[in-house]
């Protein structure tokens, strides 16, 4: 009697339900250990059982699976047949003896094959039978071993390993996939499990199906998924298959949305830590600029001072240094921790980098600036050339070349928020900066320090004439003003190289960020910080979008088009425009600072 083809096609259509079935059945309640069911099939003779026992094995979780498939596939299990008792499944370990025996393994328990005595037994490869293997049962064993990292305990290894399958779009591990789904719990797991299930969904000859999975990858509107949707959009349009191809568009339309909203929050965050590091570094010259009318040209050699330091300390922690020290090979030990205690140098490293820039600043106050004091265009001209020195000095001390400054464990990884990262250097800094404004707040509000670099910033030769010295409080706010910036070259350091010309790259935003905010107001220097930061970083990120649209301007579009191919260099360039269009509005600044000094 002829095959009836409806009963063909229903048995085409229940076979992978019940391939379903089975796998689920197997990851919600396995009833045999992993190592039982390779031993099982290790041992049988029929090569339609050892399949079906290997199968059984997809998305089992357990470390050692993989390994030893691989060690069956080559012939590095053996059977072994004791004088009494039932056969067994052995690997051989360790190094041979004299007569080229190794210690032997039961497979079964994982444990050290022993005699009655309970002595461990050691074996010959050449007295023992390989366990054999066919071509397709390999393949069963690869199949199985590709999809072993889906019931890892680890969810970040189930998250990876179910990300490689989705994007490989592979139809014969969809039924495995769905069936993890069934059983995982973990929330972000599930997510790329439905996200994979709808990749592999987009190669179904099936409109409802895609369409389907369309939908699904519309609803999860991940990244990931945009150069899939786009294939699958442009095959629609090959094919002129409407229903699929208005999906594509929909789901294409999400990701795009979302992408717009990542890249949106995700540039505030970057404005927010650029703008903590310029606030760090603004503030000591806030101080050295905004109160002491010091124009220090040389106040981003100190960020560079902060920086090296960093260096240094990471070094010293570490295996020790050889630095070409003016051409001299100054070696500088370590102390060769390792782990935790090395991890701890970045701590160590901020107290030593405002101490650094600190005396460093001290040391340009005592030798040039006190003698150059209410004299403005002589100061520019004086910590200019000093600015030339330090560069030359890091030149000849570190070398001409960048310096590399690892992050510590607990500054390198990221939070992930709906695609939006947040690195955990970046949070530090913007947290760090906060504590350092609150600082500054107490430093200058509630010591005695405090106190006399108010009243000599406020009238010099009034505080003079009641008994201040203000010679050393110029000392001390200078050294203060330059450990600021050193502590700025320490975070600088976590995001970057550090080199000769660092602070040459922060040192003009500094200047506009203390002459915005209003010279000598540290609340405007709060403001325009994060106000210079991120819009330094939100232009940055989008004009290379507009770029395309500027051709329109007579005379110049072109130009423009091509400057703002370089967004980090045309990004600057508006931001110093808008910055001298504000000035002409408001030359004092957002705040004017009052002053009893006859001179304001």
Not at 259 to 266: E, P
Not at 318 to 333: D, R
Not at 342 to 348: D, E, M, R
Request: aromatic share 8%; glycine share 10%.
């Amino acid at each position: 009697m002829p095959p009836d083809p409806m009963m063909n096609f229903l048995a085409r259509c229940l076979r992978p339900l019940a391939c379903l079935a089975v796998i689920a059945g197997a990851l919600a309640a396995p009833a045999e250990p992993a190592r039982q069911i390779l031993v099982r099939a290790a041992l049988s003779d029929d090569a339609a059982q050892q399949r079906e026992l290997i199968t059984s094995l997809t998305g089992r979780a357990d470390a050692a699976l993989v390994a030893l498939l691989e060690a069956w596939r080559t012939d590095a299990l053996f059977r072994y047949a004791p004088a009494e008792g039932t056969a067994l499944v052995v690997q051989l370990t360790g190094p041979k003896d004299d007569e080229g025996r190794q210690a032997a393994v039961r497979i079964d328990t994982g444990a050290a094959l022993v005699d009655a005595a309970g002595q461990p037994l050691k074996l010959a490869a050449g007295d023992l039978k390989a366990v054999e293997h066919t071509t397709s049962l390999r393949r069963a064993m690869k199949a199985v071993a590709d999809l072993a990292d889906l019931a890892d305990p680890d969810p970040a290894r189930r998250f990876k390993a179910v990300q490689t399958i989705g994007q490989a779009q592979d139809a014969a591990k969809l039924a495995p996939l769905q069936a993890r789904l069934e059983v995982e719990t973990d929330a972000g797991v599930r997510r790329v499990l439905r996200e994979a299930i709808a990749l592999v969904q987009l190669k179904d000859p099936q409109d409802a199906t895609r369409i389907a999975a369309l939908g699904t990858l519309k609803e999860l509107h991940t990244l990931a998924s945009t150069d899939f949707i786009k294939r699958a959009l442009k095959e629609a349009e090959e094919a002129r298959n409407q229903p699929v191809l208005t999906a594509a568009r929909e789901a294409l339309r999400a990701v795009e949305n979302h992408r717009s909203f990542v890249d949106f929050f995700g540039t505030l965050f970057r404005g927010v830590s650029l703008g903590s590091i310029l606030l760090v570094a603004a503030l000591g010259l806030a101080i050295t600029f905004g109160l002491m009318r010091v124009i220090n040209m040389a106040h981003g050699e100190m960020i560079a001072v902060g920086a090296y330091t960093t260096y240094l300390v990471q070094n010293v922690f570490g295996t020790g240094i050889t630095l070409p020290f003016f051409g001299l090979s100054l070696g500088l030990p370590g102390l060769d921790l390792t782990g935790g205690a090395y991890q701890t140098y970045f701590l160590f490293a901020l107290p030593c980098s405002f101490l650094a820039a600190a005396l460093v600043g001290i040391g340009l106050e005592r030798s040039v600036i006190r003698f150059l004091y209410r004299r403005p265009l002589e100061s520019l001209l004086a910590t200019w050339g000093v600015s030339l020195v330090l560069q030359q000095a890091f030149r000849l001390m570190f070398g001409a070349n960048n310096v590399q400054v690892s992050s510590p464990v607990y500054l390198s990884g990221n939070w992930t928020v709906n695609d939006i990262i947040f690195g955990w250097n970046r949070v530090f800094v913007v947290g760090f900066a906060i504590l350092i404004v609150f600082g500054m707040w107490l430093v200058l509000t509630k010591t005695p320090l405090g106190l006399l670099i108010r009243a000599s910033m406020q009238n010099r030769t009034m505080a003079s004439c009641m008994g201040v010295r203000t010679e050393r409080v110029n000392m001390l706010t200078f050294g203060l003003g330059s450990g600021l910036a050193g502590l700025a070259g320490a975070f600088l350091s976590q995001i970057g190289n550090v080199g000769p010309s660092l602070g040459q790259g922060y040192i003009i935003d500094s200047f506009m960020v203390v002459v915005v905010g209003g010279v000598g107001s540290i609340g405007g220097t709060i403001l325009s910080a994060f106000g210079i930061g991120g819009i330094d970083q939100v232009l940055q990120q989008y004009l290379p979008v507009v770029a395309p649209g500027l051709g329109w301007v007579p005379g110049i579009g072109g130009f423009l088009q091509n400057l703002a191919q370089d967004a980090a260099v045309f990004g600057k360039i508006l931001v110093l425009a808008g910055i001298i269009l504000f000035l002409q509005w408001r030359p004092a600044g957002l705040f004017v600072t009052r002053s009893r000094s006859l001179e304001d």
